[in-house]
């Protein structure tokens, strides 16, 4: 589905990625995975399209697009710094937004129970509610690929039980998705691909299954098989 | 698709507290501006009724409306930037482009509808000045539709180049109040570039002069429809309009090389725009142009050359440009002025040499009426006399009764409750009913 070629991007000197090749499977949830500063949300920024790598090239169901605007089409992208509207009444907000998309989905409204935050001010949501209403945003078309810049922060145990069963549902119906995770336990309830990052360089990729055969001689949690990985 | 970014980009601005601020203290700036200038004008008057020589000098518009204009002046060059900075900075600030550019608009659209949002508020502010119409026909006072038009234009065309500039200040800097700053120092350096004139403290600033802000602005008050500073201030805009939207544009590389070609294109159409000289004067006193026997006289004429010898800062000079070099710039596309320098102009100073068709003569006058003379003897040609153009009579106006009560009750008290009312309205009423639909 998305192809990376000799990825890398400096900002200033200091180098962000370096030389990331990977190829990213149709059909999946892919968690991008690593510690703060490994270069996920530049990653992630750079498959949108909403920055440009200083070398390689990014592919898209077998099409070599360029910016955001090319890739509108297949992508829907939420940030993890976007703070939606903060003036703005959760309904009033969503009102603008269904009229400015020409979509609406009752159902997702339903899942992510934001009728019950309608009369608030964005301001005053807790994190948890404004991630809630990002996701609505970035889940609030019929695009085949969703990317999410850590989009489980700010979710207590039961809100997280919650957005996980919404994801699933969302997978079943044939959407892939691309997740940048720090918490590891958090990628490993969801994500059924990893992409482990660090210091802006390709650790490893493959299934929990593939990643525990290359990293532990049996099977064992992810954080384990990052710790692992690092070490080598 | 594109009316509720409209919606959402006007209500950004208007639903502001600043922009509460904004207003009143546009309210109060009009309503003292224009009850000092009345005042002024009206006490002036007493000694012109039966006097009908000092009578022209009495005009509306110079006289109540451009001293009113420049309390907006003051608004829109110190309290605007503020307001207009948001609407690009809080976008960026809470990085919520993305989520607009993956609704069906394009960056483009997105950054001209928040410029036609902003035109909004300069259009509303505009508009505030004409109930002041309405009270000066009332009082007696006589309104020159096309030089208020013109006046009300030129402040329109002012008030774009301020958003332009906030817009510009705000998509480079990530801080508001670093891009205020900014943009108040690119809108004071008209005022800089004035001052510095006025004062003779860098002389390469004579040159700048003449294509301040300011100096353009001035164009449109003394009632010159001047195509030239049309394009002045749309062409000033653009730049900084186009600067702006490649610096907000996350979606763009080798920002330098489009901002290289916005410099090229706009140098090339501002050095067009200085070859276009079409200028009508259209005061009612036509107090910008010859008698019309002088002006046959002017088109008729072959290119006059004038050698200057005075120093440009000398207050004949000043006179002289104000009432004979401004006026023959309005008929005549072919004269060509030059200053003597060096020991030439301490040995002749104070001289006019005007040459036409090889005969040259000269003058000490800086009087129209010396001048011509002058240009009729080296010409050949001769002036009409008499001339038959009927005089300006002039409009003083002595107002009596206490009027500024009722201005001061309008615009201190019933437009801000207005403002306040729409407000509160559409901020607290209007968003509880439509959250209702919600339950």
Redesign the interface.
Known sequence: MIELKNISKNYSKNRVLDNISLSIPEGFVTGIIGPNGAGKSTLIRII???E?PDRGEVRIFKKSVN???QR?QYL????E???????Y?V??F????H????FKDDDLIASLSL?KV??KKIDHLSKGWHQRLKLY?ALCNTKPLIILDEPFDGFDPLQLKEILNLFRSQRSAGRSFILSIHQLSDAQKICDYFILLDEGRKIAEGTLEDLSNRFLSNSGSLEEIFIKALER | MIYPLILKEVKEIFRNRTTLIYFFLLFAVIAYSFYSAVDLYSKASVAAIGNPLYATGFEPVPGVFVPTFGGLFIIFSLIAPFLLIRSVSEEKKNNTLPLLIQLPYSLRSLFLTKLLAASMLILVSIIFFIPLLLFWNFMGGHIPWSEIILLMSGYFLYGLFVISVSFFSASIFRSNSQASIFSLAVIMFSWFVDFGKEMNIIPMLNSLSGWTTTKQLKVFESGILSINSILYFILLSSFFSALAYFFFNINIRNRIRHVITIFLICFVLFGLALNVQLKMDISESRKNSFSANETAFLKKSPPIDIEIYLEQTDGRFKDYKSDFVKKLELIKNDISIHFAEGSLLSENYGLFKYSVNGKSSETYSNSSHEIFLVLEEISGLKIERPDSAVQFSGFPLVIKGKWSGYLFVLYLFVFPLMILFFYYRKNFFNRRRKNENWN
């Open positions: 949108s399209g909403f440009f910016n955001f605007y509108k829907s992208y939420m940030p710094t976007m703070f939606i509207y903060p003036e009444y309904g009033e969503l009102d603008f937004y009229k400015a998309a020409g009728k309608s009369q945003i």
